[in-house]
């Protein structure tokens, strides 16, 4: 409905803040076209909400500093879709920050039959791992830095003293953004490799910007090495690779085998592991380092299990 779109513009451009959005962006974002955009922003203005056109290359619309929506406008659905959203997420990490906004939450829900579930049990860490959270989560409330005792992904072990900015739950595993004392720069810490966390009383060194701005620029710029994969996989094992390997077909030929195109950060283990389980069915075309490992894992395994003709 046109009321629906035009609130879920206002929003939009609202969570984008002062930077303009393009009439491109938001009209791909909305499936119309840029003339529909237009004139959905003089149906905004016309009823009060203070658009501002920026003109230029990089220009677009945004929503005067200062407005903001009627609370009332969050419908019962919204909020049932906020409770949704909240018991799944606290299947993987029971936080009782989070377990406390659900709990104001319900009472205002219609009593109407849940029909999305979420469940992320098999994303939840070890106890131990999710204290350590709770305790980063103390940490970032007080602004107070942590020593940590780390193991990198080659398995070099250092001491940290960090200031905690935000958890991230990605590539199937917690991740820790922090400032770095020792590096003098933020980064990105797995939490599985954290072998001992010390709350202090010492305050943060700085004032540091936004967390998901930050987080951003430090996967990008951590020296993680990823690699581009090119697989020619067999007819029968799509459905499955498609679950589990996160890509995209390139091609399919005659007899249903496809070419798969997959990105994977080189120093993480499940993605390699996904490419041993799929056996003779997915072979690896490029890059030839990749080719390389493959065959020596191989050979280690093979290394193990002699045939009949090697000495046990």
Avoid at 106 to 120: I, S
Avoid at 249 to 272: H, I, K, P, Q, S
Wanted: net charge positive.
């Amino acid at each position: 409905m046109k009321i629906d779109r035009l609130l879920s513009l206002v929003i939009c451009l609202l969570n984008q803040g002062p930077a303009p959005v393009s009439a491109a962006k938001l009209a791909a974002r909305f499936e119309v076209s840029k003339r529909t955009v237009l004139r959905d922003m003089e149906r905004l203005a016309l009823a009060g909400v203070p658009i501002r056109a920026v003109p230029g290359a990089n220009g677009g619309y945004a929503v005067m500093e200062g407005y903001k929506l009627d609370g009332r406008l969050v419908t019962a659905e919204d909020r049932t879709a906020l409770a949704t959203a909240l018991r799944g997420f606290l299947t993987a990490y029971d936080s009782q920050r989070y377990r406390h906004t659900l709990e104001n939450v319900l009472p205002a829900l219609p009593r109407t039959k849940q029909r999305v579930f979420f469940d992320f049990g098999a994303s939840g860490e070890r106890p131990e791992i999710q204290e350590r959270m709770r305790a980063l989560e103390r940490a970032m409330d007080a602004k107070t830095a942590v020593r940590i005792s780390y193991v990198n992904a080659s398995g070099i072990p250092s001491q940290r003293l960090v200031e905690p900015l935000a958890l991230n739950y990605r590539w199937y595993a917690w991740y820790l953004l922090a400032w770095c004392t020792l590096r003098r720069d933020y980064r990105v810490f797995k939490l599985a490799r954290v072998a001992a966390l010390e709350p202090t009383a010492i305050p943060f060194s700085r004032e540091h910007g936004d967390p998901a701005e930050l987080l951003e620029r430090a996967f990008a710029g951590g020296g993680r090495k990823s690699l581009e994969i090119l697989l020619l996989c067999k007819a029968a094992v799509r459905v499955p690779l498609l679950e589990y390997l996160d890509g995209k077909v390139a091609e399919t030929r005659e007899n249903g085998d496809f070419l798969y195109r997959v990105r994977a950060l080189e120093d993480e283990r499940l993605w390699f592991a996904m490419l041993l389980s799929f056996g003779d069915s997915v072979q690896v075309l490029e890059p030839e380092e990749l080719k390389v490992r493959l065959k020596d894992t191989a050979a280690q395994i093979l290394s193990v299990y002699p045939t009949n003709n090697q000495k046990q």
